[in-house]
């Protein structure tokens, strides 16, 4: 079984940051993706950005590439999504999630789920 715990959400201007944490334990697979997601009030829950555990790689929504950065740190077992120039629009709970797939970005291939962090950008 895996845990996700997400942390650092908030309430923020337009055109501040956040970092949210992810901080994964349990029995994760040999070699996995960590994915943020985004879901706003009735609206489907969207890919934010991902990196592939064991190499580093990562990769963007278009919504968020140049804003946002997606790291990882394996000795603390957390990844971080760092959220630069946040818009209004950014507002939505977001999860991190672990799925045994290279960097997909489709919220149903992911099989484990955090309880999620709530972001607020206000104008």
């Known amino acids: 079984q895996v845990q996700l715990v997400e942390s650092g959400g908030g309430l923020v201007q337009a055109g501040g940051s956040l970092r949210l944490s992810c901080t994964v334990s349990g029995r994760t697979f040999n070699t996995y993706t960590v994915g943020w997601f985004c879901q706003a009030p009735g609206k489907e829950r969207e890919f934010v950005a991902a990196v592939y555990w064991n190499f580093g790689h990562t990769r963007y929504s278009d919504s968020v590439k140049g804003r946002f950065i997606i790291s990882r740190d394996n000795a603390r077992n957390t990844v971080y999504l760092q959220m630069n120039s946040l818009k209004p629009e950014d507002t939505a709970v977001y999860y991190c999630?672990?799925?045994?797939?290279?960097?997909?970005?489709?919220?149903?291939?992911?099989?484990?789920w955090g309880q999620g962090t709530q972001v607020t950008v206000s104008s």
């Open positions: 999630a672990v799925t045994s797939k290279y960097m997909t970005t489709m919220h149903q291939d992911y099989s484990y």
